[in-house]
């Protein structure tokens, strides 16, 4: 069984900073992309940033520049460092990795439960 556990968000204060930290943990084979999405109140889940298992990166538009993702792949973890945060960052955040379970050929995307960043003006 394949588990992804998220940590560090909270309250801050517009213009602060939040790191937040998701590992992977259970039966895994490899691990392909990690990712973090966001749900903000009233709208569609969206991609935040991705980082693959070479290290190339995407970030949306809205945070690039202030957020950094970075993964470790000896623990199978991935977190994402936010600056210069915007009370329009306010959502829940979702780690997702794309996982081959041990013992098994196919990869499956995998969520975390989510963690509530909330960014007061």
């Known amino acids: 069984q394949v588990q992804l556990l998220e940590s560090g968000g909270g309250l801050v204060q517009a213009g602060g900073s939040l790191r937040l930290s998701c590992a992977a943990s259970?039966?895994?084979?490899?691990?392909?992309?990690m990712g973090w999405y966001r749900r903000a109140p009233g709208k569609q889940r969206e991609l935040v940033a991705t980082?693959?298992?070479?290290?190339?990166?995407y970030y949306a538009d809205s945070v690039k520049g202030r957020f950094t993702i970075s993964r470790d792949n000896a623990k199978n973890t991935v977190s994402l460092q936010m600056n210069s945060l915007k009370p329009e960052d306010t959502a829940v955040y979702f780690c997702?990795?794309?996982?081959?379970?041990?013992?098994?050929?196919?990869?499956?995307?995998?969520w975390g439960q989510g963690t509530q960043v909330t960014v007061s003006s």
């Open positions: 997702n990795a794309d996982i081959r379970p041990r013992a098994t050929v196919t990869y499956t995307q995998y």
């Open positions: 259970g039966s895994i084979g490899s691990i392909n992309a």
């Open positions: 980082i693959s298992s070479r290290s190339n990166t």
